[in-house]
């Protein structure tokens, strides 16, 4: 049932693909700039109106909840917090009528986020929910809702569920994008077609994999990590460092790269790993001296690059290149080398990459 995979984690990273195609199936068609969600037409005046949208989520869901917080506030210009939901039940948040709660969820059983739309949801907010599991108690539990099609997920550690959630929260942005004017038609059109290339991109970016592992090979022993990214990519940063500790059990820290600076700076030395995601966007000059700062105190730099580029393999020790793609849609493809260092970290050490010790697929306690 692993399909020829030696894990159900490396077969999931393998099918994403399919599940981000599926994800969009029947919602994307760019050729006729065409983008339809039924749940989010239902309630189009809501969203049309909304005053701000609140995120809650845990984990790896909580992080595709910060992709999706920077693309809908840059494209539909509607104010997102996101919050760790077991902080927002517990803390008398302030919600209102007009809100919006989007929950994030892979399996649709995780406690926390369950009561954090309840909570919600008593408040008056109206609730939208990005679950995985069809008919889960999170899906049942919302008033619309978009499902995420990455199909089952076994291992432990979300791969092809985050890159669902981010494909499903992209295009909710663009949906909203359109609705409320908030950008051009023409950029809009480009983004749609742009987003239908990702699947083929991933599958290119996947043939990164022996070259991935090479890397693991040299890195395998460290005892730390960190992982740094700015933009849509400081998510991605944070993605990177959990699935790194969940199987590999190596301490890691993801940073927006610019916090490194204030405090994280004085952990590097000749024994650290820093992995930076520094793919061309509106970012990278900055990510570039960033880089800088890391190789000036000696750091070993693993850098994701975009394809192509010249500058950065003259300072990075080791560089992986991702696909070009709209500055949008990166974190669909920047976070696939490193579910893949992760993944092969992991193997060598000799961990139980689809059950690691102390984690459960749904936490349904608090
Ligand atoms: C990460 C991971 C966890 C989950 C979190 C939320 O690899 O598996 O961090 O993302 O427990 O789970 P769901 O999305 O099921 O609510």
Not at 118 to 137: D, H, P, R, T, Y
Not at 276 to 284: E, F, R
Request: hydrophobic share 45%.
């Amino acid at each position: 049932e692993k399909g020829g995979y030696p894990h159900f984690m490396l077969k999931e990273i393998f099918e994403q693909p399919r599940s981000i195609m599926d994800s969009m199936r029947g919602r994307l068609v760019a050729e006729n700039t065409q983008l339809t969600m039924s749940s989010i037409r239902e309630y189009e005046n809501r969203f049309k109106n909304a005053n701000r949208i609140l995120i809650v989520a845990c984990g790896t869901s909580w992080h595709a909840g910060l992709v999706a917080e920077y693309l809908i506030e840059e494209l539909a210009r509607i104010p997102v917090e996101v919050e760790y939901a077991s902080e927002f039940r517990y803390r008398n948040p302030i919600i209102n009528e007009g809100d919006i709660v989007i929950a994030i969820s892979q399996s649709g059983e995780t406690a926390d986020t369950l009561a954090a739309l309840e909570l919600a949801k008593s408040k008056g907010a109206l609730i939208f929910g990005v679950c995985n599991v069809v008919g889960s108690s999170i899906a049942r539990a919302t008033d619309a809702g978009a499902y995420t099609h990455a199909g089952p997920e076994i291992g432990v550690a979300s791969t092809k569920a985050f890159t669902a959630q981010v494909t499903v929260l992209t295009l909710i942005a663009m949906m909203l994008a359109e609705k409320r004017g908030t950008m051009e038609k023409s950029a809009l059109h480009q983004l749609m077609l742009e987003m239908e290339q990702i699947p083929a991109k991933v599958e290119k970016a996947l043939q990164l994999d022996k070259e991935i592992q090479a890397i693991a090979e040299i890195f395998k022993d460290s005892s730390n990590f960190i992982y740094l990214g700015r933009g849509l990519n400081f998510p991605v940063a944070l993605e990177g460092a959990l699935k790194l500790k969940e199987i590999s059990y190596i301490h890691a820290e993801g940073y927006p790269a610019a916090e490194m600076k204030h405090g994280p700076i004085a952990l590097i030395d000749e024994n650290m790993p820093v992995v930076v995601i520094a793919t061309k966007d509106n970012s990278y000059e900055k990510v570039v001296s960033n880089i800088q700062e890391v190789r000036a105190r000696k750091g070993r730099v693993i850098a994701i690059v975009t394809e192509g580029d010249t500058v950065i393999p003259e300072m990075a020790e080791f560089v992986i290149e991702v696909p070009e793609a709209h500055e949008a849609l990166v974190p669909l493809l920047s976070v696939i080398p490193l579910q893949l260092l992760s993944y092969h970290i992991a193997v060598m050490r000799g961990c139980n990459v689809d059950q690691p010790r102390n984690l459960a697929k749904s936490v349904t306690v608090e």
